[in-house]
């Protein structure tokens, strides 16, 4: 199944399977290129957020007119910062950024739980690596990988270009069959 990409000079579509990885500069405005990637020819999708927290997402979604009845929040934020959550049909919580098999495995349940074209994001890579580590991080993007293919899904990574060393960019850039580059003027390159 192919799924249309609505990002500036990308291919029309991707295949099913697809992992995109978005590298950024830290200050990018990565929200653009992210929702379009979700309320495009999208049944469902998953935001996994390690950056803010479900109502944040949920702000986003809202300003940039993504339909939230397909979507789903993993919160990663919340219980360790200690805020008030209530688990709802489409926000859950895991302990922490670093529980990363907790992540993985909301993941599956979502691709198993929900049928057609589905869609994931996970905000940040890097936000999960500063919890956890470099390794750890790299294997869950690899299970999730595995997870998309499995289930003929699509996926957008976001990783930030100065947080990293070179050859850990480059490390990640390798695992992914589709790499999109945002520079610090807004301007997008993709190689998929």
Do not use: C, W
Request: proline share 2%.
């Amino acid at each position: 199944m192919d799924y249309s990409l609505a990002i500036e000079n990308g291919p029309e579509t991707i295949p099913g399977g697809t992992g995109l990885l978005l590298i950024h500069p830290s200050i990018g405005e990565t929200d653009r290129i992210d929702t379009d990637f979700l309320k495009t020819d999208t049944d469902a999708f998953l935001v996994v957020s390690t950056r803010t927290t479900a109502r944040e997402v949920e702000q986003k979604l809202e300003y940039y007119d993504v339909d939230e009845t397909k979507a789903t929040i993993l919160d990663t934020l919340s219980v360790e910062r200690g805020y008030s959550r209530r688990s709802t049909d489409d926000v859950y919580y895991v302990s922490a950024p670093d529980d990363l098999d907790g992540v993985v495995d909301r993941v599956e349940r979502f691709l198993v739980e929900n049928e057609g074209k589905r869609r994931v994001s996970v905000d940040s890579l890097t936000e999960m690596a500063y919890y956890a580590d470099d390794d750890a991080v790299y294997d869950a993007a690899v299970d999730i990988l595995d997870l998309l293919d499995e289930h003929d899904a699509v996926g957008i990574f976001h990783l930030s270009e100065e947080v990293h060393e070179v050859a850990t960019l480059d490390r990640f850039r390798d695992l992914f069959e589709g790499v999109i580059e945002l520079d610090g003027d807004g301007n997008v390159t993709v190689d998929v």
